[in-house]
């Protein structure tokens, strides 16, 4: 799976903070114990002297230091215990300056070998919960928290289904799909009027797949493009060089929402082409949201990203009226 590198960066940001708020507070215990008891400012001093001193003994390899070696190691035992004894007595834990780390497996550096370490994995997950909680209100759009009830149970004559049967399955789909991500899942295309819960079901399926430690990235096609625009009159390339396009291009998951509510341009039909061209090569997924229907979007794009659309993208059809303004009928 790919990280996403502004979200990575951020994680390791927090880390350092983390070290240096660790450090800080290690330093003020120093300093309150120095004022307690001075003594240990000078046993501090000796204990650092004497573990330099019997580590440059050992590195020179002489036989004749190992006496004095141990000489050294005898005088730094006491020492440690004579410390122990007098935080004993101020009524402290004896590890009560001590530094130690947050994570010993890689001593807070955030990586085992050339492999993230659990901590900065877990930090990661944190700054991609915040940055999708920001944008999609995560806490609150959760599958447990769809309502069928709301969609119409009164079925269509036409096809003898209802709404509420379409929403459904089209729940359904989405739950899982968020809990079977994978290199093998397809793309999604959700169609719709609006305020049928095409962003509520995307903000779900991100927060399950950010949750399986992937990349996800949302962002309203827009801005997505705004982005673009951005980076090639910033670089002089169409299809970007810099970091917001980089993480459209390449995170694990992709959603687009809104699509079609954009100022639509030769540009904005070159870079929805490489959006979607590249991330279908790369093997990457994409939610696509939006209010146009399949025949819209060839009409009012290309018909080679309508045809990469129709070919690779799962399409689910939103039913039902606006659920917004349902809920402001009866004062919800």
């Known amino acids: ?20 708020e660790r450090a800080a507070r290690t330093q003020r215990r120093l300093e309150e114990v120095y ?36 000489e050294l190691r005898m005088e730094n035992s006491q020492l440690q215990l004579q410390r ?80 509420r049967q379409s929403m459904e399955f089209v729940y359904e789909t989405c739950v899982a799909y968020a809990r079977r991500f994978g290199a093998r899942s397809r793309n999604l295309l ?10 509520f079901l995307s903000a779900c399926i991100a927060r399950v797949v950010a949750e399986k430690g992937c990349s996800v990235v949302y962002e309203t096609a827009a801005e997505l493009f705004a982005r673009f625009e951005a980076e090639k009159f910033a670089r002089g390339d169409a299809a970007g060089s ?19 509510t954009e100022m639509t341009t030769v540009f904005v039909t070159s870079a929805l082409y490489t959006l979607v061209n590249t991330r279908l090569a790369a093997g990457k997924k994409t939610i696509i949201s ?6 819209d979007i060839a009409a009012r794009y290309s018909p080679q990203i309508a045809s990469r659309v129709q070919g690779e993208y799962q399409a689910l059809r939103f039913y039902g009226q606006d659920i917004r303004l349902l809920k402001k009928a009866r004062g919800q």
């Not at 003594?39 to 004095?68: F, K, P």
């Not at 009560?96 to 900065?120: F, H, I, N, Q, V």
């Not at 944008?135 to 209802?162: C, M, N, R, V």
């Open 290 to 295: 939006t209010n146009l229907t399949e025949a």
């Open 84 to 163: 122990a004894e007098t935080l004993g007595r101020l009524g402290l834990p004896a590890d009560y300056t001590d530094e130690g780390y947050m994570c010993p497996k890689c001593r807070d550096t955030g990586y085992c070998g050339a492999g993230l370490c659990s901590c900065l994995k877990a930090l990661y997950a944190q700054e991609q919960k915040e940055e999708l909680s920001g944008l999609l209100k995560l806490g609150e759009q959760t599958f447990d928290a769809f309502d069928l009830d709301w969609y119409d149970d009164t079925p269509d004559p036409s096809t003898g289904i209802s709404p």
């Open 190 to 199: 959700f169609t719709g009027g609006t305020g049928l819960g095409k962003t």
């Open 242 to 260: 810099g970091g917001d396009v980089r993480r459209y291009l390449n995170c694990d998951l992709l959603i687009l929402d809104d699509l079609g």
């Open 1 to 20: 799976m790919a990280l996403d590198g502004k979200i990575l960066r951020r994680a390791r940001d927090r880390l350092e903070r983390m070290k240096a």
């Open 35 to 70: 004022q307690r008891a001075p003594q240990l400012r000078a046993v501090d001093a000796r204990i650092r002297e004497t573990m330099l001193d019997a580590m440059q003994l050992v590195l020179s390899g002489a036989a004749e230091d190992d006496a004095r070696v141990e």
